[in-house]
């Protein structure tokens, strides 16, 4: 079971207000900016964010349900600042894997025994967008 949703509200309220300012350059990190699909707010969701192939997964530590997925996933995709760079991505797919294959050996022991948390986003790039700044 992902992390319960009462951290998600603690981490929305607290460490997120930290972690958007150190995740576009921090390695695993990145700030996922999307639109809220009812208010067309734009939003910054700072995540763990692995590279693969032509674009990127994402640990859903939430869960598939969290506003920000489901902003994505209706949307058909988002915006990523990482690594201090700048993608529009697309082709959002979710998929579960128990076992985190392809994680960072932290990051794979965190999902599996700790937060217990087997899905991903994956998203292709479509374009890079200008330097992140």
Request: charged share 25%.
């Amino acid at each position: 079971m992902p992390a319960p949703r009462w951290v998600a509200r603690a981490n929305k309220i607290g460490l997120n207000r930290v972690t958007r300012y150190i995740a576009p350059w921090a390695p695993g990190w990145g700030v996922v900016i999307h639109r809220g699909r009812k208010s067309g707010r734009v939003f910054r969701t700072p995540l763990w964010v692995f590279r693969r192939d032509n674009g990127f997964v994402i640990a859903l530590t939430y869960g598939p349900g969290t506003d920000w997925v489901r902003n994505v996933l209706a949307a058909g995709g988002c915006e990523l600042r990482t690594r201090r760079r700048h993608y529009q991505l697309g082709a959002p797919t979710l998929f579960r894997d128990e076992n985190a294959a392809g994680m960072p050996k932290f990051i794979r022991f965190m999902l599996r025994w700790v937060i217990k948390a087997p899905e991903f986003l994956q998203l292709e790039v479509v374009r890079e967008l200008a330097p992140a700044g």
